[in-house]
């Protein structure tokens, strides 16, 4: 009891190690994943209290309060809805135990700290995040200058005359809601699993 609580008060409970393919089902994240819907793990950083879950659709942070307490809450940030950006990798200095990888997925700042022997897989997380962070940003851009020809082109359809004008509206609110759907489904990506099998090696 008293090294957990040294552990606390040192604050290397908060050094993290990452956890390797084998060891998935040995942590309590797993219990958490989708399964059922083709979820995976492809990286996994763990601490006495807290475990950091990142899978093919979403980051998995089961958040502890303290080495010695054993209440957790759990948040799930899908990387569809929650986009991540501000992406660093800070290594170790000379007597530095850790190196910590930052982030921010949606409103959520993470700043995680890993033992240094990791920091080579840590690379791999690092461009896998930057490379989501990318990708997420540049289809935003695409999905909006969609929406914004979409606009325009319904306000010059708009100005036609036709007798039918309910008919015309109708046809042109359906062809815009399919013309939408598949931008979005073209735009938003909400697995990303062949990202982290392109960076992930571990």
Same mark, same amino acid.
């Given at each position: ?11 290397? #409970? /908060? ?31 763990? #601490? ?17 309060? #303290?080495? &010695? ?21 800070? &290594? ?26 990791? *920091? ?18 540049? /289809? ?8 914004? #020809?979409? &606009? ?27 013309? *939408? ?22």
């Amino acid at each position: 009891m008293f090294g957990k609580l040294a552990a606390d008060a040192l604050g290397l #409970s /908060n050094v993290g190690i990452v956890v390797k393919p084998a060891d998935y089902d040995k942590v309590d994240a797993d219990d958490y994943v989708m399964h059922e819907d083709n979820e995976k793990i492809y990286f996994l950083i763990k #601490s006495k209290s807290d475990e950091y879950c990142f899978t093919n659709l979403a980051l998995i942070h089961l958040d502890g309060t #303290s080495a &010695t307490s054993k209440k957790r809450v759990l948040r799930r940030f899908s990387y569809d809805k929650h986009k991540i950006s501000n992406v660093t990798l800070e &290594t170790a200095g000379t007597i530095d135990l850790d190196v910590e990888i930052k982030f921010t997925i949606g409103e959520q700042y993470y700043s995680i700290d890993v033992n240094k022997k990791h *920091l080579e897989e840590l690379k791999d997380l690092y461009k896998a995040l930057l490379k989501i962070a990318s990708i997420t940003h540049e /289809n935003e851009i695409a999905l909006q200058h969609a929406r914004e #020809s979409l &606009t325009v082109a319904q306000s010059v359809l708009g100005r036609g005359q036709q007798a039918d004008a309910a008919a015309q509206f109708k046809s042109i609110n359906q062809y815009a809601f399919d013309w *939408l759907m598949d931008a979005r489904e073209k735009y938003v990506v909400k697995d990303f699993g062949k990202v982290f099998e392109k960076y992930i090696y571990n």
